[in-house]
């Protein structure tokens, strides 16, 4: 255990020496952390060792409020981005998809130890203005722009516990930090005016009132496949969109295919979809089981796809300022604000659900999926870039390509 103390204090070569040896790395292996290293990136995690990167790619064909855009996402998964594009594609040819912020406050908690809930209600209620002014004072220049905190309010967790929710509007801003320090200002007031029993005090993860909405229409027209008529999948994905709502097994995959589309753009864009991810799970739960967060149904000769979900989404601040790649996403995906952002999110996220549904109840998802992931599939059997081509094109001609196909394709090759 002794090998990694105070591995902190350590400079980048004494780190890389010390896992060199106690992970046994080979001079290559040393040399690609080496290689991808960036000073940079020294102050802004811990034990820092090497930057880890995944490709970008741009999802093309959105249509979303009147306005034509491409969207920057982050992803190693093959297919997801001709996924995203398709479902854009087709909701462009009815109008495109309108977008809609409902809300976008961030929520905050501080967790009283009270076994009367009417004493701390009436307190919070009588000294509202007070904590208010308390949370404010805390992060002042936030109402500068318009932001500041809105409202609080006390619910009963249950005979010991209540929590005191304060609602913040954080602007331009995701906003962890303002929210962070007007909470704790708070608890400390609370503790210290008020002699409140305080646990801790921290900003929530399940953003609701941070909604946006989203929603197209298909013609069915456009949604014909083999031998499926346009309305045949039409009813179909409604079909499929039913079954996520009954279902816990399928709504959790028909939310990673939404998931698939939201991570890779909010990836791009500097934000944290640990916190995205967290917070649109457990509103998919918000009805006592976990449910798919798309609907689908039919109106009249179109297929009409809608979504709410909670996005709590910074434009400015945090790893959007670190992050280099971040302000050229912004400009690629020509977002100008967080409420941009929320809207072209949710709507990603939307179009790469239609893809998805719309193959899964066609012919299948291996046919699309695979096609793309054949290059993945070579790679992990050991294709060399030169030999990438050849050995691509003779799994396209396999009935079942997979990996050891591949890797005897790789082998005759070298032959
Ligand atoms: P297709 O119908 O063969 O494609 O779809 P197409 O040739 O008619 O093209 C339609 C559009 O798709 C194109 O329009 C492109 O925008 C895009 P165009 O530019 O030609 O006017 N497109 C591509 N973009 C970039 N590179 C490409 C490419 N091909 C088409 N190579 C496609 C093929 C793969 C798009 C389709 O089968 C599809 O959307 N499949 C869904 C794939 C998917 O969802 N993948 C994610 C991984 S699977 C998963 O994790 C989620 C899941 O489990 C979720 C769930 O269960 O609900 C499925």
Known sequence: MGTFNHFYHKSYDERINIIGDFSELNSQELKSLYENHNERNNSLIENYITDYSLPEGI???????????????????????????????????????????????????????????????????THRDKIIAVANNAHPSILKYGGGAKEVSVRQLDENYCSIDLFVDVAEAMGA??????????????????????????????????????SGSVKFSQLGKGNFSGKEVANKIVEASHIAQIDTYRATTHNKGIMNGIDAFVMAMGNDWRAVESGIHAYA??????????????????????????????????????????KINQRIAKVHSKKELMQFAAAIGLAQNLAALKALVTEGIQKGHMNLQLNSLAMTAGSTDEELFTVVQSLRQMQNPNLTNAKQIIQNLRK
């Not at 000769?301 to 790649?325: N, Q, W």
């Open 59 to 125: 999802a093309v064909n959105f249509l979303i409020n009147g306005e034509e855009k491409v969207a920057p996402m982050v992803t190693e998964e093959p297919s997801v981005i001709a996924a995203a594009s398709n479902g854009a594609r087709m909701f462009a040819k009815n109008g495109g998809l309108n977008a809609k912020v409902i809300s976008s406050n961030l929520t905050g908690q501080i967790i009283v130890k009270t076994d009367n809930f009417n004493l701390l209600f009436g307190y919070v209620n």
């Open 177 to 214: 930090n303002i929210m962070n320090s007007m909470l704790e200002a708070l608890a400390n007031f609370l503790k210290t005016k008020a002699s409140k029993d305080i646990l801790m005090s921290i900003l929530s993860n399940y953003s609701i009132d941070s909604l946006v909405t989203v």
């Open 285 to 326: 739960s918000r009805n006592g089981h976990y449910q798919g967060l798309s609907h689908f149904m039919i109106k009249e000769d179109t297929l009409y796809g809608e979504m709410t979900l909670p996005l709590s989404l910074g434009f400015i601040g945090g790893a959007t300022k670190v992050l280099p790649k971040v």
